[in-house]
């Protein structure tokens, strides 16, 4: 019996398509992206345009034309559709990123000048808008923030996970008028919930100028983030987990509290950072019900509390250059806090996705 040896066909000609370079291809792509740019470039250089004008007037059509004949003559008709929804989509993308981008090496730059470790320590007592930069700091605003930040959070999360169960796991007749409710006080102006509590209860003598009366009004303004993200999160848990728990014998509430939520944590978490990253910034509420003390208080119910907004804001209308220092620091400060809160929300929904895949894997 002779052993078979199999013998190698060759390679197919028209085998991995995708792998082919073509030369006339490539060079049209490179030549649709950089002549509008160059153009544009040359011609704005030449008469002393400014950016702005040169990107929309010249740059822009010439791109939107160049990419129509790249897909003309790539796929013909068909391709016209899909060059035009690259440039824009690439156009804008790019022009957003740039914005964002401007936005945040200003608030950097500026901001750097005022970062010292009194600025993060003392108060504004005895601190005049000619002070110079080494006497004040935002100390007390940080504390403040803490604190009206910290009160509406503990109030509004679990008030926002119960709605958020009451949406999911139960099927009252009222579910749909509280999904209405939500969706309303998500588009509510912040200044109108500020108003509202200032007329509610300052102007009546009920209470003064105080850190819980800004906590109150930013309640409605965290609720809708937690409330919505929280529904989504306990939405995405597969049903077949609860089934398993309920089919093993345990009572719903408990298939719920041992199953769903530890499954749907993560997603919960990111709810409560996202709300706090939502309200942290907000002025208008808090100029109208906490007013703004140059002193240190940690009594969140009586008495004006600072806050880093109310202190951007008493400083960014003053003209002189180191009320605008501080008026900067105070926002880089602030943004560090947002981009603190949203790194810990992907860092904790990361390592929960981590974990559940080895679970799996295991």
């Known amino acids: 019996m002779t052993n078979y040896v199999p013998e190698a066909l060759p390679r197919p000609t028209n085998a991995a398509p995708w792998a082919k370079v073509d030369a006339k291809k490539t060079l049209r792509i490179v030549l649709a992206s950089t002549l509008p740019a160059a153009t544009a470039a040359l011609l704005a250089i030449s008469f002393g345009w400014q950016f702005e004008f040169a990107l929309l007037a010249v740059f822009l059509p010439l791109q939107l034309v160049a990419g129509l004949w790249l897909g003309t003559v790539t796929a013909g008709k068909?391709?016209?559709?899909?060059?035009?929804l690259v440039i824009f989509t690439v156009f804008f993308s790019a022009l957003v990123l740039v914005l964002l981008m401007s936005v945040l090496w200003s608030v950097v730059s500026n901001g750097a000048a005022a970062m010292s470790w009194q600025f993060f320590t003392q108060n504004n007592v005895y601190v005049s808008a000619n002070t110079s930069l080494e006497y004040g700091g935002v100390g007390h605003s940080i504390i403040g923030t803490v604190l009206i930040v910290?009160?509406?959070?503990?109030?509004?999360v679990p008030l926002g996970i119960l709605i958020a169960v009451y949406l999911t796991e139960t099927r009252g007749k009222t579910r749909g008028l509280i999904r209405t409710l939500i969706q309303a006080m998500s588009g509510l102006p912040s200044v109108v919930s500020g108003l509202f509590v200032y007329a509610a209860f300052i102007v009546?003598?009920?209470?003064?100028?105080?850190?819980?009366?800004?906590?109150?009004?930013?309640?409605p303004?965290?609720?809708?983030?937690v409330s919505r993200i929280a529904e989504e999160s306990l939405r995405l848990v597969p049903a077949d987990l609860r089934s398993a728990a309920v089919?093993?014998?345990?009572?719903?509430?408990?298939?719920?509290?041992?199953?769903?939520?530890?499954?749907a944590k993560s997603g919960l978490v990111t709810a409560i950072l996202l709300?706090?990253?939502?309200?942290i910034g907000e002025t208008a509420p808090l100029v109208l019900t906490t007013f703004a003390a140059a002193t240190?208080?940690?009594?969140?119910?009586?008495?004006p509390m600072s806050t880093l907004p109310t202190y951007l804001y008493g400083f960014i209308s003053d003209p002189s250059i180191q009320s605008a220092q501080r008026a900067w620091g105070a926002a880089l400060v602030m943004l560090i806090l947002v981009g603190v809160l949203f790194t810990a929300a992907r860092v904790m929904t990361r390592s929960r996705v981590g974990k559940t895949t080895k679970k799996i894997g295991k």
């Open 78 to 84: 068909r391709g016209r559709g899909d060059a035009l």
């Open 150 to 156: 910290g009160l509406a959070t503990v109030v509004t």
């Open 204 to 219: 009546t003598g009920i209470t003064q100028y105080a850190g819980w009366a800004g906590s109150l009004a930013l309640l």
């Open 221 to 225: 303004l965290m609720l809708p983030t």
């Open 247 to 263: 089919g093993l014998g345990a009572p719903n509430y408990r298939a719920f509290l041992q199953v769903v939520m530890p499954a």
């Open 275 to 279: 709300g706090i990253a939502r309200i």
């Open 296 to 303: 240190t208080s940690v009594n969140i119910f009586n008495g």
